[in-house]
């Protein structure tokens, strides 16, 4: 029943679509996106009964084209619609999710799919628009513990001298980490060992291990955490930065990876409101790079500290991106005849480097000349903030274009 199912109030509350299509016997293709264990098979399954469709059950991971057409030939030779649920649906190529499209057009097949990745990276859009994708939450533990409670009456309907302590139970919610499979798996495990003792929290313990932290190297959990880090840098929080370095770590995430985002965050966020920053974050690589795991992993704190405490600017950022658009805008101006290179006497005669000024030459190291191509106005790119020595740069540049102004009138 819908009303059984824990940790997803969007789905299972009385007035939300997935109850009112239970209720209404109807099925729709949808994606089930979310982390194990979630409850993305039964709420598959709970649509086939309440719309009274066949269930086919496939994974992506072993089943390709050759299933997909089996379970279609099936449902036309019975001439009904099926429901197929199909797991780890993002492991389906391009061709693959293809071959879906035709039979969901044309109500062959309501589609299910299962993922634990994003899906707007791992499904073509085509598919997409064809179905209805839902977001799933990661169980909380008292939700995980009311499964547990379930699953143990049921097992000690199968030998009544089963029993697991009020703290075991509490240990097993938590370490799940909101994963209800891998509690059931655990609690099973304990049952399949010894049915006939009294489990409590000491020899849970001894027998289970804690649920590993959820991280993929290339999917959310990945960019979600680094984008964490990044942004609790951004805002100085030091302390929070230290945390998702942790995390990441912890989780089995690359040091060197991590080495290379600072190097980036030195430029982007801190940039010349503190030159320095940019030297640690590469010491800190190069750290790594001699001492390796865990001693080396100690250069990437300080860095992330430094990164966190240093004044803040994006300008030089801003400035790149300013300067690359205008760029590819003016990409086939020529370079003026005085800044060109001049290396040969055919060259020179062509009038390359003529009229030149070579600011050595000038008291004050300063001259004014034109430096953009003709036919094109001088922009300012950079544009220093205020903060940290970005307020020195300012100060610089101020005085440069007056200098400018004074040496010679003419046009810069």
């Known amino acids: 029943m819908l009303a059984e199912v824990k940790g997803q109030p969007s789905l299972t509350s009385a007035d939300s679509w997935f109850a009112r299509s239970i209720q209404g016997g109807q099925a729709v293709s949808c994606i089930f996106w979310g982390p194990p264990g979630t409850g993305k098979t039964t709420l598959g399954m709970l649509m086939s009964e309440a719309a009274r469709l066949p269930f086919a059950h496939l994974s992506a ?14 449902a036309k030779g019975e001439g009904r619609t099926y429901l197929l649920f199909l797991d780890e ?6 061709a693959q999710q293809d071959v879906l499209l035709p039979y969901v057009e044309d109500g062959t097949l309501i589609l299910v799919g299962a993922t634990t990745e994003n899906p707007s990276f791992s499904l073509n859009n085509a598919l997409l628009s064809r179905c209805r994708v839902v977001k799933l939450s990661a169980l909380q533990p008292p939700e995980v513990r009311d499964i547990l409670v379930r699953a143990l ?17 509490d240990w097993l919610a938590e370490s799940a980490d909101g994963d209800a499979r891998y509690a059931l798996n655990a609690l099973e495990s304990l049952w399949m060992t010894d049915p006939g003792i ?5 020899a849970v313990q001894q027998h289970w291990v804690r649920q590993q932290a959820k991280y993929d190297r290339a999917g959310d959990y990945h960019y979600d955490l680094i984008s964490a880090l990044h942004k609790c840098v951004r805002d100085s929080d030091a302390d929070a930065a230290c945390y998702w370095l942790a995390r990441m ?13 600072m190097i980036r965050i030195a430029t982007e966020d801190v940039g010349l409101a503190d030159p320095k920053a940019l030297g640690i ?66 060259m020179k005669e062509l009038g390359h480097g003529a009229g030149y000024k070579y600011a050595h030459d000038a008291p004050d190291a300063v001259v ?10 001088a922009d300012t790119f950079y544009q220093p903030t205020g903060r940290g020595f970005e307020r020195q740069l300012g100060e610089r540049m101020a005085w440069l274009m007056e200098r400018r102004k004074n040496n010679s009138g003419s046009e810069a």
């Open 249 to 261: 770590l912890e989780a089995g995430e690359q040091p060197l990876y991590i080495a290379r985002r």
């Open 198 to 202: 009294f489990w409590d929290k000491p």
């Open 368 to 377: 004014s000349q034109r430096h953009f191509p003709e036919g094109m106005r």
């Open 61 to 74: 991971v072993a089943a390709g084209k050759a299933e997909v057409k089996k379970i279609v030939s099936q």
């Open 89 to 94: 649906i993002h492991r389906f190529n391009k």
């Open 281 to 346: 974050c590469l010491d800190a690589l190069r750290m790594f790079e001699i001492l390796g795991s865990p001693e080396g992993e100690q250069g990437l704190f300080e860095a992330v500290i430094y990164l966190s405490l240093a004044p803040k600017s994006n300008a030089a950022y801003v400035a790149e991106k300013r300067a690359r658009k205008v760029a590819r805008q003016t990409q086939n101006l020529e370079v003026p005849l005085h800044l060109r290179n001049a290396p040969t006497k055919l």
């Open 153 to 169: 009456v049921y097992l000690q309907e199968q030998s009544g001298e089963f029993s697991v302590d009020g703290a075991a139970f």
